[in-house]
């Protein structure tokens, strides 16, 4: 059966397949909530980060997100040019970005509280496979890392 060493280019046996479909639909949901709040979803979870830890270097902020300064820098910006985040040189290494919340980036936590609810609201899995799911995600995050 020749067929059978082409069976790892079938679609439908791509691990990838599925999570890229998945993710990219996922985002989709979020569009709407973050359009009110004139965010793009890497802004959304690079406040999120910035929400619990209020400072952080900026490459502490790409490992949060798996996203390298690149990716990062233009968003920063925009967020800086919205107020939300500033973006300062470290006293005691010039090399070092630290990124501070302000308080308009607090006080968009406020407006941003109803997207997790709305979100889980729309997905149909139940909490415990949603808990499966995100422990196997971040098993394969660390296992890629």
Request: hydrophobic letters at 35%.
């Amino acid at each position: 059966m020749q067929n059978n060493k082409y069976d790892c280019l079938k679609l439908e046996n791509q691990l990838c397949f599925p999570l890229y479909a998945s993710s990219k639909e996922v985002i989709r949901r979020y569009k709407p909530y973050l359009d009110k709040l004139d965010l793009t979803y890497t802004q959304y979870i690079a406040m999120m980060v910035m929400w619990e830890k209020k400072e952080v270097n900026v490459k502490e902020l790409g490992k949060c997100l798996y996203l390298d300064s690149g990716t990062l820098t233009p968003v920063l910006k925009k967020l800086e040019e919205k107020n939300y985040v500033t973006r300062n040189r470290s006293k005691e290494d010039e090399r070092n970005l630290i990124v501070s919340i302000t308080q308009e980036g607090e006080d968009l936590k406020e407006q941003a509280l109803e997207i997790p609810m709305s979100l889980g609201a729309c997905v149909n899995v139940e909490p415990k496979e949603a808990q499966q799911l995100y422990q196997l995600l971040y098993k394969l995050l660390e296992g890629l890392s």
